[in-house]
């Protein structure tokens, strides 16, 4: 019987997603629930078993860890990419590594509450409301009229731009392979300058890939370039942005509100000043977390493991 551990479940779902019961007369599963941070307890608990399934990026699994767990002969991963793992040194110890499908749509349907959520202080209406404050004490905003900056217009960008047009907004795309016959196709208008895009629109929404040349693109520079009642969103990976300098843009009063969903170190430690933060609207990276994204997260497990008993590996990354 081989084993199988399930990674960082937090809502105890992952078993009741898919039809695990085909395996059960050759794969043992375990779930964690708890993520595990440090290196030697995640090891330790990791050791005896065969098959790993991490959950999107929230457990790294670097060359040094794959080297000390020498059991390990298939990892999957939920959807089809994952940077946290060190793919072509788990290839290398013989370890296969498969994804799963997903659904992209949910992420673009999180961003844009997010901003309907800054731009008409949802949460903080719906915290008085409860709290029983003066009746109306903000002021929301349309959006109609206004401009949406796309940074990235892949999949979600591209659904994002959609949205924006249904609510009769203008849209410009930044990235760095973007075309003006793409940005066309998407609904939008082909911005060739990130300083232009930053400082002409009224909302910006992050859909990029996390890379060395992405790292750190949203500085205190950039963001000194946004309008000071503009709306900063964050879906895509924290440290795309610098969270000191957006920090200090919102305490300053520089830049009108953030909604992010996604931080540098995840799960956010208790003590982070995001958590208190009044011009930032937070949420802990729920973007995936629907049940149609874990249902074709977990069905694709189960076949990734019934293809590698099989001797035929599919998804392989």
Sequence with gaps: ???????????????????????????????????????????????????????????????????????????????????????????????????????????????????????????????????????????????????LGLLGLGALGTRMARYANAFEMSVAAWSRNNTPDRSAAAGAYFEPDLDRLLAESDAVSIHLLLTPETRGLIGARELGLMKPDAVLVNTSRGPIVDEAALLRSLREGRLGAAAVDVYDREPLPLDHPFRSEPRLIATPHIGYVTARTFERFFSGVVEDIEAWLAGSPVRTL
Excluded at 63 to 80: I, Q
Excluded at 94 to 114: K, M, Q, R, Y
Excluded at 121 to 129: K, S
Aim: net charge positive; hydrophobic share 45%; charged share 25%.
């Design 1 to 147: 019987m081989l084993r199988c551990a399930i990674l960082d479940d937090y809502q105890g779902t992952a078993l009741s997603r898919a039809d695990f019961g085909r395996l059960k007369d050759r794969v043992r599963f375990n779930v964690f629930r708890e993520h595990i941070p440090e290196t030697d307890a995640l090891l330790a608990a990791l050791a005896p078993y065969d098959i790993v399934v991490a959950m999107r990026e929230r457990t790294p699994l670097d060359a040094a860890r794959l080297d000390r767990l020498p059991a390990l002969r298939l990892l999957v991963t939920t959807g089809m990419r994952n940077s946290s793992i060190d793919i072509a040194h788990a290839k290398a110890r013989g370890i296969v590594v498969s994804g799963t499908e997903g659904f992209a749509g949910s992420t673009a349907e999180l961003a844009w509450g997010l901003l309907l959520s800054a731009m008409r202080h949802i949460p903080q209406e719906v915290a008085d409301f409860r709290a029983g404050a003066p009746w109306q004490q903000r002021v929301g905003r349309d959006l109609r009229g206004m401009r």
